[in-house]
């Protein structure tokens, strides 16, 4: 039998099987033998870097962003919108058979926008192109969901399912659980408070299933579930990304509608035909991906405001120093930082002072 008909055969048994006290063993079981033999399916694309063909794209720029869509939602159009890029569009399903990669530049950040192949139900198994487009996604900073406003509102669910299948978990954190794979001692299972939905049972048989006998699991967040822990053993396999879903075509249905799609969490409505609320997403793809812009500027020099130094959250002066030459950093004395990071401005800060957003940044050197 082979991986996905096994995948076929527990997903039959989990739809099956009712959910109550007495089955809750059994089904947590199912779950981490699903999603170990999921992580098998994926090997081998993930080793090949996308499945040949060149579909994967080279990642440029800050910041990468994935538009993820059932076919003819707009996902073509929106990038040809918002980039310089043109990618075909048309009326039909699956128009965009590869990835286009589109540059959006935004607050002086280059922000490269994968425009992907339409994925539809079963993408996750290998259903049309979907595994390689949710193998690129799994390498975006952000996914750009595409939904088409006058579609049932089941789309999103089922696109939600489908990245989840692969390990992709969207707005949310890695659980709160400590985890240790060891060489003896057999497992040692540890609580900062009793957690609700998950046991030292359970907990052994699901490792027992993953050939792991010897390990320390710390459970640091009483809420913390069965699927939780699965996803903890399958570490590697999982990617938090953050996730943005876009209404298009709004211009096509009830202003109440928009208005009621507009309220969920995470959401923008859009029109790419009608020019309706680009700038907006722009904005919002901006603010979560939580770039800085920092100024560096030389003793002497005047203060160059168009071409920010542009990194990553928490980033520190060590990583402003990278990034204006490898060799700094060892002739580096003290750097001399304006704006919110510091209580005056300016001040001397050392390699590991975190910077914010607009401060502006003098490396002296010996
Ligand atoms: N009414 C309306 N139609 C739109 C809008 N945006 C795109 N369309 C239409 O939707 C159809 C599909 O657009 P595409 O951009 O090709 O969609 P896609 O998501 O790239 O499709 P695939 O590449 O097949 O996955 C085209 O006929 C567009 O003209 C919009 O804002 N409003
Ligand atoms: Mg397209």
Redesign the pocket.
Known sequence: MGITEKIQQIQEELARTQKNKATEYHIGLLKGKLARYRAQLLEPTQTSSGGGQGFEVQKSGDARIALI?F???????LLSKITKTK?E???Y????LTSVPGVLEHNGAELQIL?L??IIQGASEGKGRGRQVIATAKTSDIVLM?LDATKANDQREILERELEAVGIRLNCEPPNIYFKIKKQGGLKFNATSPPKHLDEKIVGSILRDYKIHNADVLVRDENVTVEDFIDVINASHRSYIKCLYAY??I??VSLEEVDRLARQPHTVVI????DLGLDDLVERIWDDLGLLRIYTKRRGETLKLDDPLVVRNNSTIESICDGIHRSIKDQFRYALVWGSSVKYSPQKCGLQHEVADEDVVSIVTK
């Open positions: 869509g076919p003819s939602v707009g996902k073509s159009s990618s569009v048309a009326n399903a699956f128009t965009t425009d192949p339409g595409i298009n075509k211009d096509a029109s790419c035909e009608m």
